[in-house]
């Protein structure tokens, strides 16, 4: 039978490359693709994510924190 303290401990963080999702189209990005990551220029609190795709036609992305967006 699991105790109180067996439920509440952390899940152990499981290792290998982790899936990002571009900011503007919610696609997933391989580790291996063309992507950019930096934090909003407006609050700095979010990494945006954006996939090829998205930076080379110009897609808007929105910053879930402070609303800002940006081309």
Sequence with gaps: METAAARSRPRPKLYGPEVHYCTSCGSPIA???RATHFL???CGKYEIWRC???RREGNVYKC???GFEGP
Excluded: G, L, S, T
Aim: charged share 25%.
């Design 64 to 66: 879930p924190v402070c």
């Design 31 to 33: 580790p291996f693709k």
């Design 40 to 42: 909003c220029p407006n």
């Design 52 to 54: 090829e795709r998205c």
